[in-house]
């Protein structure tokens, strides 16, 4: 499975952006597939994830209400709706593609990652 990640760009705070994960190979649909950022200087971390079946969508607390993740599988595409943004979800986006068995937050668990798209969110 490869993934292409886009959508990223300069926003104010209290806008809103749209990302995008264009995902490659027959067996997408099959993948619980994760959104993780990396701001400048910090660790890589959970955003949000969706199962195969969507019938699963954990949140981090910090984005939770505020972002909203989906998928459409005939597409081969997962979508990170960002609304309310704020100065401190300025960061690298990525999605990743795997089948967690123990949490869906840790990076581990994922074995395949696009190459990130940059969000930036002025105050």
């Known amino acids: 499975v490869q993934l292409q990640a886009s959508g990223g760009g300069l926003v104010q705070a209290g806008g809103s952006l749209k990302l995008s994960c264009a995902g490659s190979?027959?067996?997408?649909?099959?993948?619980?597939m994760g959104w993780f950022r990396q701001a400048p200087g910090k660790e890589r971390e959970f955003v949000a994830a969706?199962?195969?079946?969507?019938?699963?969508?954990p949140y981090a607390d910090s984005v939770k209400g505020r972002f909203t993740i989906s998928r459409d599988n005939a597409k081969n595409m997962v979508y990170l709706q960002m609304n309310s943004l704020k100065p401190e979800d300025t960061a690298v986006y990525y999605c990743a593609a795997g089948r967690p068995r123990s949490s869906y937050s840790k990076l581990s668990e994922y074995t395949y990652w696009g190459q990130g798209t940059l969000v930036t969110v002025s105050s």
């Open positions: 190979g027959r067996t997408f649909s099959t993948y619980d």
């Open positions: 969706i199962t195969w079946s969507e019938n699963n969508t």
